[in-house]
């Protein structure tokens, strides 16, 4: 009964496997101007629903104020959260926080679409460098999204998609950042 | 003929291509380089580039999230 129960979904993902539609939507990458048509759609919904333009950084980082607030901390003297809109939204909580509801969407649309194309995988950490790397990775990227006032998808794209001067003052300034970064990349990480 | 593996499991994009574009640079003409990659823009990335410079290019699912880009330089 298990046997056959199993050879059965071996059959079935077997022919799914070859199937030209599942390997063209759901296994292959999309091309870049699908991907590129979709975002901006979905951006613009997302804005009418959640009432502001799509942001990650900024619910992230309401993320690190809970937590310290959880473990008995306070930010009410932090500069970054003692306006009145920054604090009820730490008031309302994460469940009523829409931007970070989306960033758990991101995620499990994330971990979906990659367990649908059978292209899930736990990676080992290799080499000392990729744990320097990550970590020196994450500190710049953490600090610079908040003096900037948002990452590449709050400051930049969704700056630009509102008609911002800002988001193309951040573009230019991302791009030569970009730049900078892979020549250092080549230099020392490799 | 020379075969030369490439061990880039657990780099994400772009080490992979920069040092796949470095290995074959050793390479002579007709020789096979696989790159071993499990990032998977890598798979969009190095492929394409590879093909760009005119190179026979073909890949191999190895594993779940695991690839093989086989690449015989032109």
């Known amino acids: 009964m298990i046997d056959g129960e199993s050879r059965m979904w071996k059959k079935l993902s077997d022919a799914l496997g070859r199937n030209e539609y ?8 999309w091309p870049y101007l699908t ?3 979709l975002l901006s759609i979905l951006q613009i919904a997302t ?3 959640a009432g502001n333009p799509w942001g990650i950084s900024g619910a992230i ?3 690190g104020a809970w937590t310290i607030e959880a473990l008995g901390g306070s930010v009410e003297h932090w500069y970054y959260f003692s306006s009145e809109s920054a604090r009820a939204v730490l008031d309302r909580g994460i469940l009523q926080d829409p931007v970070s509801i989306r960033n758990f969407g991101i995620i499990a649309g994330a971990l979906f679409s990659v367990l649908i194309a059978s292209s899930f995988k736990l990676k080992k950490i290799r080499t000392g ?3 320097t790397a990550a970590v020196l990775g994450g500190l710049l990227m953490g600090y ?5 006032l948002g990452c590449n998808i709050g400051a930049f794209y969704s700056g630009i998609s509102v008609l911002s001067l800002a ?3 951040y573009g230019v300034f991302l791009l030569l950042g970009a730049i900078v970064g892979g020549k250092l990349l080549v230099r020392f990480f490799m | 003929m020379q075969e030369r593996v490439l061990d880039c499991l657990g780099e994400p994009c772009p080490v992979p291509l920069v040092k796949a574009q470095r290995a074959l640079e050793d390479l002579e003409a007709g020789d ?11 798979m969009k990335s190095l492929p394409e580039w590879a093909r760009d410079a005119g190179h026979n290019v073909e890949i191999e699912e190895i594993d779940n999230g695991e690839w093989e880009v086989v690449i015989e330089k032109s």
């Open chain 1, 129 to 131: 460098k990729q744990v």
């Open chain 1, 167 to 169: 988001g193309w003052v």
């Open chain 1, 22 to 29: 599942y390997l063209l939507w759901l296994k292959d990458a």
């Open chain 1, 144 to 148: 610079g999204m908040r003096v900037a």
């Open chain 2, 32 to 42: 096979i380089l696989i790159v071993q990659i499990d990032h998977s823009c890598a």
């Open chain 1, 61 to 63: 980082t309401n993320w």
């Open chain 1, 47 to 49: 804005m009418a629903v």
């Open chain 1, 35 to 37: 991907g590129a048509l």
